[in-house]
Each structure stands twice: as C-alpha cells, then as structure tokens.
C-alpha cells in the first residue's frame, strides 16, 4: 500500500471511530453521524437522493431510514409530486443532535488540522477536493 494510501486510510479509520463513539449513547452508528448531516443540510430530501450523495445503495438507506424514523429522529412523507418517492425531515430532536454533532466535528476537525497554518489548511483541501473530483469522474 503506498504511503498515501495508508494515511488516508488510517485518518478515515480515525474519523470513523470518532463519529462512532459520539453516536454510541444515542444507540446510533458512525454511518447516522453523516445522515444526520445530510438530512439536516437538505430536508424533505428523498432516500434515493440521499442514497446516490452518499454512495450507498438504496436497500441501506432504507434500512438505516426505518432505524431513525423508529428513534424519533425523522420523518418521511410521500412526495406532493410522486407518492412513491418517500422525502425525509428532520425532526426537532435530530435538530438538537445536530447541533451538538455539529460543534463535536469542528473541534475534531480543528484538532486534526492544529499543526498546519492556514495556508497548508486550504492546500490540503483544495488537494483533497481535487482527488475527490477525480474520483466522482472515474465511478
């Protein structure tokens, strides 16, 4: 494995963890951290939209939907424009979470990144956000 692979690697495995300590006292998984995120930033979304930001399939989704409507933290209604599209919303005790995860992710963030200027900051994401885009092109 080359170096690049192996340390972006192990931060991912780092972040993994992280996501899923946080999320273990509300009997949640890492994975909820990010739908959490996603469902807040865009609500009334649908599980295919969701399913297709995230790169997981639709069966998962689905799944992990079910698990957070029977925790109080969603809602989904049928789509006004197809009943068969379910959309999905937030409700006010996945808001509060939110905000909390919110806060936990910048400090994590802040910690992993405390040894770089500003300057270096930018060059990594703008590297990063590159390597991302080539990976949307290639899949």
């Known amino acids: ?3 690049f692979s192996s340390n972006f690697n192990a931060v991912d495995r ?3 963890r992280y996501r899923r300590e946080y999320m273990a006292p509300l009997g949640l998984k890492g994975i909820h951290a990010r739908l959490f995120m996603a469902i807040c930033r865009t609500p009334g979304c649908s599980q295919d939209q969701l399913a297709k930001r ?3 399939d639709k069966s998962t989704i689905a799944r ?3 698990l957070l409507e029977k925790k109080g933290f ?3 209604q049928p789509s006004e424009k ?3 599209v379910l959309c999905v919303y937030p409700t006010e005790q996945m808001l509060e979470v939110q905000k909390d995860l919110t806060v ?3 400090q994590w963030e802040a910690t992993l990144l405390q040894d770089l200027s500003a300057e270096e900051q930018q060059q990594l994401n703008d590297l990063l956000a590159r390597v991302r885009d080539r990976v949307n092109k290639e899949a």
């Open 82 to 84: 197809d009943k068969r």
């Open 74 to 76: 969603i809602t989904r």
């Open 54 to 56: 995230m790169w997981f």
């Open 1 to 3: 494995m080359s170096q």
């Open 14 to 16: 780092y972040l993994r």
């Open 104 to 106: 936990a992710m910048a």
């Open 64 to 66: 992990q939907m079910e």
